[in-house]
């Protein structure tokens, strides 16, 4: 794999104000995503995890500029967008794409897939003749195995495998480079998901694509990625190759996390050693002073409780803990 | 005797498209302190299946036939008034969605009352109050004295899932069903209510129905499995064989489905082909045979039967001839 970043995320914040009181005013903002950095090499698969809530969504869309950000730098190639204009922006709209979680809700049900389709070569200009549209509608279709009699269908017509794959061969009509796939499993059934994650993957390999690919289930995402970061209220708290990341997790939350996920095994499942959570994830609106973790971290010393740990390097990873797991 | 046994349930759907046959003939029981799990993906019939054991099945749905054997007495026999004695006294049951059993307009403290004025142990409201913190305090929410005076909604999901496992245990039921209670939950605060659930299972010794479409949850608590696909049973059996060996194709197909822990992306994932049937017009014969890599021509011809071992009950041809019982075929 070359090393060539793609993607360069800095200091990258997003908060939504909340507004009360009458007249109305801002009264507080929710940090969904409040100081992140990381880089995307081309032709990776960097998985993003954490619970509900963390900030994923939000960070996609932001990296894909359905967000303005609140501050922070976000550089495609040797671009930094977050200062371009909507007309400048244009061509990286094209280069960076998005597949949402839901496949029924962000696909237009009045649309036909060959619509949908079209649209997105439409806007970017993708074809010359008539003849060329249809055919390139067709043969996306093709490539994440649909089939052309599909085309005049609507979304309602199609299962939900179906339509996360609609929304796969959208994005891809474009020639992206970069694709931003928000949980696009999860509302899939056991049987479907494998599915779309080989097609997934064999695209990969034949367009050279980069893949962001967010997930809560942690298993899908160490098998799919090869690297992968760790959100906890709005803040990447660890990052790793994926193998190591899962071998030996240096963030007390991520040891959490890997600790509760179910495996499917039940000799493993009934032997192994569980760390139960205390608590619950503290709200976005008011975030611990310190370690965004400290509040339910079974390893919090005093200075948790008042120094945020930044995001550092320990041997060739990184982790935002005053106390590293050894 | 076991504790529930259910006879050939068909439970249907009559919709303006046909008829739904989500439940078709499903058999199995489960004894005193024993935790059976359902598994199968969504539309696979569980839901339905549970809800038949409550007699809670709406319309247009209608339990058609079969038997519900509870402690001796066919529930489907009861009379409505009968029947409302053994729900949550004898059998209760947790919901996926907490908010489709909880009033949001009543507090939790009155969910409970209500709820505990069933139990004619409890003569005082000092009483009811006293069992309603206990129980409270049992499924690990802090503060019970203060929560009482709660709405559901100033419960975050997780704490409302504790919720739901108080009342369901509040009158001590012999039988637990639980319908997806996790799903809906991150995986942190799926592990604590799972631990919860053990515990609570382990300490009264319940039987239990655990419904869920997560194979790895299954794995962690379950001490039988049965899986179901297109409104039947496909395979029932030993939690630890059958994770093992799966014998039914689309158990085992199901198995490879998921990632291993010690697999990585060279190692392609099994696909099943196709999308679950289309239940007013289920495929003749096996309902899998059209993903069914196995299948041979008697598969789409007739309903394969009932192919038993010492700890496993399989429906599949395939499993039939292995086994060598091959005469009548
Ligand atoms: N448009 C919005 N307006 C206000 N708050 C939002 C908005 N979108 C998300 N949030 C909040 O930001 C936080 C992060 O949400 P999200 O990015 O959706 O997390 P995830 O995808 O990890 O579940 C949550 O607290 C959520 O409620
Ligand atoms: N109210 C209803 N009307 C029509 N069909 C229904 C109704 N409820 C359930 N079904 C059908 O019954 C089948 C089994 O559903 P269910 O038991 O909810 O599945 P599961 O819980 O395994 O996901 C499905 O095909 C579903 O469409
Ligand atoms: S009966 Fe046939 S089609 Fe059905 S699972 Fe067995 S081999 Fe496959
Ligand atoms: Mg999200
Ligand atoms: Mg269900």
């Not at chain 1, 963390?54 to 200062?83: A, M, Q, S």
């Not at chain 2, 009543?106 to 009483?127: A, F, I």
């Not at chain 2, 991150?186 to 869920?212: G, S």
């Not at chain 2, 999308?275 to 041979?296: K, L």
Request: net charge positive; hydrophobic share 40%; charged share 25%.
């Amino acid at each position: 794999m070359s090393k060539n970043v793609i993607l360069k995320i800095e200091n990258l914040k997003t908060w939504f104000p909340v507004t009360g009181g009458f007249p109305k005013k801002v009264v507080g903002y929710v940090k969904a995503v409040d100081g992140v950095s990381f880089e995307v090499y081309e032709g990776e698969t960097l998985g993003i995890v954490g619970e509900s809530g963390c900030g994923k969504t939000t960070l996609g869309r932001t990296i894909v500029r359905l967000y303005k950000p609140t501050d922070g730098k976000i550089w495609f190639k040797n671009e930094e967008l977050t200062h371009l204009s909507d007309k400048e922006l244009l061509p990286y709209r094209r280069k960076i794409q998005m597949v949402f979680q839901d496949p029924y809700a962000s696909l237009n049900p009045r649309m036909t897939v060959a619509e949908i389709i079209g649209e997105a070569l439409d806007i970017h200009k993708l074809y010359k003749t008539k003849e060329e549209r249809q055919e390139r509608i067709y043969q996306l279709l093709e490539t994440v195995g649909l089939v052309r009699e599909h085309a005049n269908r609507f979304p309602h017509e199609f299962s939900g495998g179906q339509r996360q794959r609609i929304g796969i061969a959208r994005a891809l009509a474009v020639q992206p480079e970069l694709i931003v796939l928000d949980e696009p499993i999860s509302a899939l059934d056991v049987s479907i998901q494998a599915q779309v994650v080989n097609v997934l993957i064999d695209l990969q390999e034949k367009y050279g694509l980069t893949y962001l690919f967010i997930a809560h289930d942690l298993s899908m995402v160490r098998y799919i990625s090869d690297r992968v970061i760790v959100m906890y209220l709005g803040n990447v708290v660890e990052e790793a190759p994926s193998r190591e990341l899962f071998r030996k997790p240096l963030h007390p939350y991520t040891e959490a996390l890997l600790s509760a996920v179910p495996i499917p095994d039940p000799k493993i499942a009934r032997q192994r050693k569980r760390i139960i959570l205390q608590g619950e994830v503290p709200s976005p609106l008011n975030p611990p002073p310190g370690c965004p973790f400290s509040t339910r971290c079974p390893y919090a010393k005093d200075i948790c409780f008042k120094e945020k740990p930044q995001l550092k390097e320990v041997g060739g990873r990184k982790v935002a803990c005053h106390f590293p797991l050894e | 005797m076991a504790l529930l046994e259910v006879r050939n349930l068909q439970t249907y759907f009559y919709t303006y498209a046909g008829v739904v046959k989500a439940v078709d003939g499903v058999s199995f029981s489960v004894d005193r302190g024993e935790v059976l799990g359902i598994v199968g993906e969504s539309g696979s019939g569980k839901s339905v299946t549970a809800m038949s054991i409550m007699r809670l099945v709406q319309q247009p749905g209608k339990t058609v036939g079969g038997e519900i054997i509870f402690d001796g007495i066919d529930l489907l026999k009861l009379s409505d008034r009968e029947m409302n004695s053994y729900r949550g006294k004898r059998i209760a049951m947790v919901f996926q969605d907490p908010m489709t059993s909880l009033n949001p307009t009543l507090t939790v403290g009155y969910h409970m009352m209500e709820l505990l004025s069933r139990d004619p142990n409890l003569k005082t409201k000092k009483q009811k109050i006293d069992r309603a913190i206990e129980l409270l305090r049992a499924v690990g929410i802090s503060e019970p004295e203060k929560r009482l005076s709660q709405y559901p909604y100033q419960f975050s999901g997780g704490m409302r899932q504790r919720v739901m496992i108080a009342l369901a245990i509040a009158l001590n039921p012999d039988l637990l069903i639980m319908d997806e209670p996790t799903t809906a939950l991150d995986v942190t605060v799926q592990a604590q209510i799972m631990e919860l659930v053990k515990e609570i299972q382990e300490r009264y010794h319940m039987a239990v129905i655990f419904i869920t479409h997560d194979l790895g949850v299954i794995a962690g608590f379950a001490d039988r499995v049965m899986v179901m696909y297109a409104g039947k049973k496909v395979e029932e059996g030993d939690v630890y064989s059958m994770f093992e060996k799966p014998l039914h194709p689309y158990t085992e197909a199901l198995l490879s489905a998921v990632p291993k822990l010690d697999m990585d992306r060279s190692q392609r994932l099994y696909a099943i082909p196709g999308s679950p049937p289309n239940m007013i017009a289920p495929p003749p014969g096996c309902r899998f045979h059209p993903r069914c890599p196995y299948a041979m021509r008697i598969c789409a011809k007739k309903m394969p039967v009932a192919v038993s071992t010492d700890d496993r009950e399989v429906y599949c041809w395939k499993v039939f001839k292995e086994m060598g019982v091959v005469e009548s075929v």
